[in-house]
């Protein structure tokens, strides 16, 4: 899994006016669960957009007032207008302890399908996982080189090292289809 460094502060006052306060200045109220209590801190919101704003899963390694911690962006909230961060949850990391996460999908391969004018479709961009923080990977892999003209590949046809993917197995990950031109010339046949 790729890391990013992420920068805080403890915050002083807990309550509705003092986040709003943050946020005015450009700063957005956090929370650290996952340790025996939770370490409320903000982090400037120019720093969180490099962590949310992305397809990634990072491991986040955050430094609040000297004291360092290992965590993953566990909820993020957002306003409903203007889509602006307003308050982000992270989970703490322990070496020995299980964390589900969403890992994003990487498709590998060439499609003997979409050789054959087939269009590649992928379903989903992301799966979940459950597993210890030093097993996941950066992405999950998905090899496509065996997919043809309308087949698909499901969450069961995607090999797992050391880790779970808690998605249902018959859920199609990616699929290549038949386009309409192709079909007429496959019935003319």
């Known amino acids: 899994m790729k890391s990013i460094n992420l920068s805080g502060s403890l915050r002083g006052n807990v309550g509705k ?11 957005i109220p956090c929370v650290l669960y996952g340790n025996e209590s939770q370490t409320h801190f903000w982090a400037y919101a120019y720093d969180l957009k490099t962590v949310l704003y992305t397809p990634e899963t990072y491991k986040v390694h955050i430094d609040i007032d000297g004291t360092k911690h290992e ?10 207008l203007n889509e602006a961060i307003l308050h982000v949850d992270f989970l703490a990391l322990s070496a020995n302890k299980e964390v589900k996460v969403e890992l994003p999908l990487e498709f590998v391969g060439s499609s003997p399908g979409v050789r054959a004018g087939g269009k590649f479709t992928a379903r989903v961009r992301k799966i979940k996982v459950k597993g210890l923080p030093g097993n996941l990977p950066a992405s999950v892999q998905v090899d496509i080189s065996n997919l043809e003209l309308g087949k698909v590949v499901r969450v069961k046809d995607i090999p797992v090292a050391d880790y779970k993917i808690l998605d249902a197995p018959n859920n199609p990950v990616a699929a290549v289809t038949i386009p309409r031109a192709l079909k007429g010339q496959m019935a003319g046949n």
């Open 71 to 80: 965590a993953i962006v566990q909820e993020a909230q957002f306003h409903p």
């Open 17 to 27: 006016s003092d986040a709003n306060q943050l946020r005015a200045e450009g700063k």
